[in-house]
């Protein structure tokens, strides 16, 4: 009788669990045309082998895990981490005996090899078979998660958005599936912008050659179609209808007038196509930038999973990501990050650098992610002192139990100095003055020689008429280039007027080249008078120098009001895309007062450019928000970030271009 009853109330509990945890998405009978197989699975936390799902896969094709379910592991009184969901601690593999990998988001995978999906949980380490080193770990862990299998017919994200979207809909307290979506409902947005703007490019350039009486090759359509906004057909009913209304024309000089205009229209609208091709890019970069994090996030989880398995549960556990044991670094001031956990509470956390006593951020422990005092995240700026450094963290638990974790850093400083050319002009030759630039390129040379320790023979400070043409040219272009070497770090900063004017062969897309305006610039000869981005980039890549940084305080908006020069017949929808020309290479850094389309204002009150106001007023201590007494690009850039659009009402957005190795230090306070 009790035999019996232990079956029955067995075989309930089997029938409740599986009826709680049957799938994550509510997949509909039928499978959807995008969905090639579908199967759900329960991986048991007290489970230590991998098992067979009986999902049969081939070489690339396209898999998502969908889990959710929470496994609490060791849970003894006082000894358990707490529930862990999936991320790092599913496991998974195609065939027997292929490779083991870790889960970690809903991201698709490609099956790399053929064979059934295996799938496990983690606990205490798995050899490369997937077998569990320590299965006694195993017994009295509780949970499950529940994994749903997607196996996709192709990578179709259009078809993967769509579908999830619909189920997210039906389910709309899902949040695993809420992730997903979003996660293809982006990668659907990048597809169909490109899409339309690539063909509005196309059309705008056939409707435009039309007009001419040119002859442009047709664009092999793509294989697939989506859903697209009609305006390329728009464009092509206004072109047709120019053309048509041309032939009508018996005036001749009418004929060019009303041509001219119909193509300037037509170029206006290639502009704003390239345009939307250009902001494509900055949402590239976006995703890009999400899916490194994403990374740098999995990295840091399976380095801390790592990092558990060789060091005994007893104490606490140690890991530092950042820097490397043993590295070699060329920056005095380094990142230092890592995290510190344990089973029970840590009652003390500190960290030394060569034995001193490191001040941890606001005097505390740093983030703790966990009900108790057991997980602390820390991320501190250390400066080092020249040679080998030590590094060392300690964790105490209540009971005196500590862990200590030492790594050495060795700082080898390379030998270089700092080289500086500041221009600033209001009065011009040939048009309207402007007021303060000369203030500001004064204050920022009295910045670099009172502050910086600058000294004065390497730095040229050219003001007003002596900025002319043929003078920036040879102090840039060949006194700078001849004295600057590759250790050097170089500061250009420019204070005066910019302009725009028309270019077919512009390579930014907007048919725009940009200038810099010297005293005696020439507003009807901007290409013999000025200085080109062009030619800027050119200079750049002549200096040898591995740390330049280029400062601006100017525009090319043509508004009228700010360090800009309005060329008549010009439209201004002024693509960004010459300050990364300009910040190509090694070590080039371009920090400009506004955005390429906005304003760049003086203040009256301030007596100064807004930007180089509160450059400067960083500069001077308050952009060094870690109190280090070094200020960075990066620090000086956030500040500015902050302080100009709320000083401009949101008019004027600071932007920094480039990519660099380290740090490059534009001030020391101490």
């Excluded at 435009?208 to 906004?229: F, H, M, Q, R």
């Amino acid at each position: 009788m009790k035999r019996n009853l232990l079956v029955f109330f067995t075989l309930c509990a089997c029938l409740i669990f599986t009826a709680c945890a049957s799938h994550v998405i509510k997949m509909p009978k039928d499978l959807p045309n995008v969905v090639k197989q579908y199967k759900s699975a329960i991986v048991r936390g007290d489970n230590p082998s991998m098992f067979n799902t009986g999902v049969h896969v081939n070489l690339g094709d396209p898999v998502t895990f969908v889990c959710k379910g929470e496994i609490t592991y060791w849970p003894q009184k006082g000894m358990s981490t707490g529930p862990s969901g999936p991320d790092l601690k599913l496991l998974y593999r195609t065939g027997r005996k292929n490779v083991v990998h870790r889960h970690y988001g809903e991201n698709l995978i490609r099956v790399m090899q053929e064979g059934d999906i295996y799938l496990g949980f983690d606990d205490g380490g798995i050899d490369s078979n997937g077998v569990a080193k320590n299965p006694d770990y195993y017994r009295d862990n509780r949970g499950y998660f529940v994994v749903d299998i997607i196996v996709w017919r192709e990578y179709d994200p259009v078809a993967i958005s769509d579908f999830l979207e619909k189920a997210s809909l039906e389910d709309p307290n899902n949040e695993s599936l809420k992730r997903l979506s979003a996660i293809y409902r982006t990668i659907k947005e990048v597809l169909l912008v490109e899409k339309r703007a690539n063909e509005e490019v196309e059309k705008a350039k056939e409707a435009i050659s039309a007009l001419k009486g040119e002859e442009v090759p047709k664009t092999k359509k793509p294989d697939k179609e989506a859903e697209i906004p009609e305006v390329s057909q728009k464009l092509q009913e206004d072109a047709k209808a120019a053309i048509d209304s041309l032939k009508g024309k018996e005036d001749v000089g009418m004929v060019d007038k009303e041509k001219e205009r119909k193509i300037a229209d037509l170029t206006e609208r290639l502009q704003r196509a390239l345009q939307s091709l250009k902001n494509l890019e900055e949402l590239r970069k976006k995703v890009a930038e999400q899916e490194e994090k994403e990374k740098k996030l999995t990295a840091r989880l399976q380095f801390l999973e790592e990092e558990k398995l060789k060091q005994p549960k007893s104490v606490p556990v140690i890991a530092v990501l950042n820097p490397k044991d043993g590295a070699t670094v060329e920056s005095e001031c380094i990142p230092l990050s890592g995290v510190a956990e344990h089973q029970r509470e840590i009652a003390k956390f500190n960290i030394l650098l060569n034995d001193a006593l490191v001040s941890l951020k606001e005097q505390r422990l740093a983030k703790i992610t966990a009900k108790e005092l057991n997980r602390i995240e820390f991320s501190e700026r250390v400066c080092l002192r020249e040679g080998k450094n030590e590094i060392t963290i300690i964790a105490q638990d209540n009971e005196g139990f500590s862990t200590k974790k030492t790594i050495s850093v060795q700082l080898e400083k390379r030998p270089g100095e700092t080289w500086a050319v500041i221009i600033g002009i209001n009065k011009y030759a040939n048009f309207l003055p402007l007021k303060y630039a000369v203030d500001d390129a004064r204050e920022f040379y009295r910045y670099l020689v009172e502050v910086n320790k600058v000294s004065k023979d390497k730095i040229w400070l050219i003001l007003d008429e002596e900025a002319t043409l043929d003078k920036i040219r040879s102090i840039l272009g060949t006194r700078l280039r001849r004295s600057a070497g590759k250790e050097d770090t170089v500061i250009i900063y420019w204070a005066g007027h910019g302009a725009i004017e028309s270019d077919s062969t512009s390579l930014d897309g907007d048919g725009l080249e940009k200038y810099i305006l010297p005293h005696n610039a020439d507003l009807k000869d901007l290409y013999t008078s000025s200085i080109p981005m062009g030619e800027i980039a050119r200079i750049f890549q002549r200096i040898s120098s591995e740390r330049l940084v280029f400062i601006t305080d100017t525009c090319y908006s043509g508004a009228t009001g700010g360090r800009t020069v309005p060329v008549v017949g010009v439209r201004t929808n002024i693509s960004g895309a010459f300050l990364e020309r300009i910040s190509q290479g090694k070590g080039r850094v371009v920090l400009t007062a506004g955005d390429a389309n906005e304003v760049t204002v003086e203040s009256n009150d301030l007596r100064h450019g807004v930007f180089t106001y509160y450059l400067l007023e960083g500069l001077r201590g308050k952009a060094d928000l870690d109190g280090n007494g070094i200020i960075t690009v990066d620090e000086v850039y956030r500040y500015v970030s902050i302080k100009v659009p709320q000083a401009t009402g949101q008019e004027q957005h600071p932007v920094r271009k480039g990519e660099m190795t380290g740090e490059i230090i534009l001030g020391v306070l101490k």
